[in-house]
Every structure is written in C-alpha cells, then in structure tokens.
C-alpha cells in the first residue's frame, strides 16, 4: 500500500469519526397509485353512494381544516399537544438531540407535557376508510392540507423527506407550514430559509405558513420603536404594523440572503391590507405626535375580539391593541404569487399565565392599589415602601439577603 493510500485512508476514518450526526436515511421507494377495481367496504357504504360533487366539497372542507394550530378556543394544553399535524420527514426524529447543552436540557425539563388523554381526530384520516377513498381522494390532500415542518429544512432535506411520493402526488403540494414550537426565538433567517426552499423545490407551491407559540412573543420582537432613515408614510406604517422578526425574514427572501435570485426571476412582497380593492384600512395623521405620526384605522370599526380581526391581520401579542399584519403576498417577476403567512397558536389562558410568571403581567389583587410613579436617577419608577423589599428579600431567601 502506499503512502497517498495510507493517507486516504486515514482521512477517512478521521472524517467518520469526528462527525457529530447520523447521515440521512435512504429514500423510501416512490408509492405507485394502483390501477385494479376498488373494494367496496360496509364501512363507507353511505359515503361512497354519495354524488362526486358532494364529496369533493366534502374533502375540501375537511382536508382544508387547520387541525395543527390551535386559536384561543382550545381549552387546555394537552388539546394544543395532540392536535399538531403530521409532517412530511420521514427521518425518525431521535429522542437525544445532536449536542445537548445547558439550554436543550431546560427547555425539555420545562416545555414536557404528559401525552394525551384521548387521541384526536385528523382530517387525513379520512384517507385511511376505505381504497376507494384513498385512491380518489390522495391528490386532493396534497394539493390541500399545509403539511408541517418541524425540524431543520435545508433544502437538502426537503427533497429527501418528499423523495418517495410519486410525481403526481409531488406536483400537487401546494401549501406547507413551518412549526417553530416551543424552540422559537423568533430567528428570521430560519423562517426566511424555509420559505426560499419551499418557493424553490415545489413548483406550485402558492402559500407557506409560519407557526408559532403566541406566549413566546416578545414587544421588541414584534415593533420597532423609530426609524434609522427618513421613510414615507407606507414605509413607515409597515414598519409600526408589521412584526419586526416577519419584515426581516421576508425582506432576506426577496433579497437574495437566503438565496440568490436571478434576473428575471425576482421577488418583491405586496400587502394586501393597503392593496386591497376596496382598501380595509385607510392611514391617519397624528400631527403633534412624535411617535406615531402616521396610524392605520380599519374602515370596518376596531374589532372586538380576535375573531373580528379582518383577514390577514391578528391583535397585537404584546398588548398595545393595534392590529398587526401577519400576511404577506410574495411576487415574482415571472408573475407567480406565494403568500407567506404567520399564525399564532396557543390558549388565552396559557398565554395569560405564562407572561405573568414572567412578570411581564401584573394583575391587582383585592385591596391593592397602584403605586404612584416617582422620578429617580435612571428615569421613572414606583415608590415602594420598606415592607415590599422585606417580602422581596424573604422571596429571594439569600440572594437579596445583606
């Protein structure tokens, strides 16, 4: 053997063993749709009888349900839990992560729930009644439900977690959805990488969701409190309504940070909250206000609840009660058109609790009144008497003790 085999060799085995992950599995065979006689089943007898027009809007209603997030009208955190939507990785999901640290070990001690009580119903299960339906009915769920991701999506990984559908079943994905979970710390580049991959390895992708916890949100990550420039008015009502994570991850799309585009094939986001025909909000001059020169009023009225908002915008997560924009019209200049929406999920009640072990919510028991601000060194603050610091320090045992 010689020396550069020698080496080779050596290099090779240095290189396996310094790799900190498992390679990726091979790729499931593509699943051939079969061409014999369905099998009728007593099961799905009614169904079956039914007229095509009947059950193709059937499917589309029950294939268009949003089973994976959960609004304001979820009632406890172990429905939140078993309602998430399947994905499309067919990578087994290892129970160790890659590399735990300090934090991976934190947020598994503390974000651990119990399974579920009961499981759920799915709107793909539909799929699994009977052959018939699974053959008629495959296409439509594909080119309907938004499939969720919840794991790195480099484009690599992309491809090798859809490489066993046929081309059929491929070419008819049309919405996918990025779950942030509990791991969300409101990076844009992750959201933006999702999107570019999306955009370029499904052709006729036309909608991406971006998923996230609504307790995890902060006000810094949401608004950005002035202008670096001098911006016009759309410009700087963009800048107030839109959340501040959602803008940058959209303006790394279309400018070539998470890929770079070509001419000719280019990208530019349009909101159709001012766009729309008739408009739904109409700006507003504050002059005297430093601040806040220029607002939004919705024509329809200020919504009441997060059900009133109209569509494409929710209520502000850090309480300001201004309604932010959470969906953005991505266009190209060959004239293709992909919507690029955020959703937040997750109770009221979770999210009330949750900020107020944090201590960004205070809530006034019987008997309490509020403290009057007082002026101080480093700005405004509370006046507090000598009982407060003395509950303070018996809370914090020793480490305020001295």
Known sequence: MSVAQVNSAMFKFQRVR??????????????????????????????????????????????????????????????????????LDIIPRSSTPIAEDSTTLWKKMIWTTAPPLEPQAHPLSILLTCRRINQEATVLAFNTYAFIFSTVTTFHRLRTSTSHLSRLQFDAISRLAYDFDVSFTYNHRQAADFAANAILLFPNISRVELCCRRFSVLPNQMHVPFAYREETDFEEATRKYVPHWYSDALKDVVENRSFSWQKGSRWKVEWPQIDADPPEFEMEYTYGSYDRPVRLRWVGGVPESEEDAPRGTAMCCCGCGDLVWTKGLLVQ?????????????????????????????????????????????????????????????????RWLKG
């Open 333 to 397: 200049e060959t004239g293709r058109r992909v919507e690029i929406e955020t959703v937040f999920y997750g109770c009221k009640n979770e999210y009330e609790s949750e900020r107020e072990r944090r201590g960004l919510l205070v809530r006034l028991r019987e008997g309490a009144e509020r403290l009057s601000l007082v002026e101080r060194s480093g700005g405004m603050g509370w006046e507090v008497d000598r009982k407060y610091w003395e509950r303070l320090r018996k809370r914090n045992r």
């Open 18 to 87: 310094n790799r900190k992950f498992k390679p990726p599995m091979e790729p499931l065979p593509q699943r051939v749709l079969a061409t014999q006689p369905m099998n009728a089943q007593i099961e799905c007898a009614f169904y079956t009888r039914l007229p095509p027009e009947i059950r193709n809007d059937i499917y589309k209603l029950v294939f268009s349900t949003n089973a994976g997030i959960v609004t304001d009208t979820a009632k406890s955190k172990e429905q939140d839990q078993s309602r998430r939507s399947p994905s």
